[in-house]
T-cell receptor, first 113, second 111 residues
């Protein structure tokens, strides 16, 4: 039973560039949430996708956008990268919309130079 | 707004019990969670408790929920060196899929 998978595992970008991170949910899950975890902090909610639409959004600027595909996989896009975007980006999947237990992938470590 | 707080560090001896505490503010949370994060890894869902429960036991793990005081604890019995990690408490924002995390408690297990 495949868990949540994310790619790539590590990424280095420079300021002003754009990045796309990918996530495949756990088998049987149809909802994907994205979180940003800065060093030494707890994860912060970016947004959640269900039925290919953004359902909830955290306090992140419009530079952060996403997409969900018919097979439930998801992408996180970040434009005009800033140094402060350096973080571990975590994808979580769950079943159905709303309050359900979320299972996390190992994340993508994004470093901005 | 919602807030989740945890103490930052706990050190125990191998074989002892560990108790990690958490306080939260959203009394209408549906679920409360404990996640474990090892170095360089993502978050592993350890256990969760539904808000209408007081206690949940799962092998070496015991979760206690005091809704009146908005206090959640995780007890790990017979703590092992492999339990060394960062433990996060999280609550669900009511009726949404948003998880609100604490800052994490680093558990150090000494042999």
């Amino acid at each position: 039973d495949a868990g949540v998978t994310q790619s790539p595992t590590h990424l280095i970008k420079t300021r002003g560039q754009q990045v796309t991170l990918r996530c495949s949910p756990k088998s049987g899950h149809d909802t994907v949430s994205w979180y940003q975890q800065a060093l030494g902090q707890g994860p912060q909610f970016i947004f959640q996708y269900y039925e290919e639409e953004e359902r909830q959004r955290g306090n992140f600027p419009d530079r952060f956008s996403g997409h969900q595909f018919p097979n439930y996989s998801s992408e996180l896009n970040v434009n005009a990268l800033l140094l402060g975007d350096s973080a571990l980006y975590l994808c979580a999947s769950s079943s159905g919309q709303g309050a359900q237990p979320q299972h996390f992938g190992d994340g993508t470590r994004l470093s901005i130079l | 707004g919602e807030d989740v707080e945890q103490s930052l560090f706990l050190s125990v001896r191998e074989g002892d019990s560990s108790v990690i505490n958490c306080t939260y503010t959203d009394s209408s949370s549906t679920y409360l969670y404990w996640y474990k994060q090892e170095p360089g890894a993502g978050l592993q869902l350890l256990t969760y408790i539904f808000s209408n429960m007081d206690m949940k036991q799962d092998q070496r793990l015991t979760v206690l929920l005091n809704k009146k005081d908005k206090h959640l604890s995780l007890r790990i019995a017979d703590t092992q060196t492999g339990d060394s990690a960062i433990y996060f408490c999280a609550e669900n924002e009511v009726n949404t899929g948003k998880l609100i995390f604490g800052q994490g408690t680093t558990l150090q297990v000494k042999p």
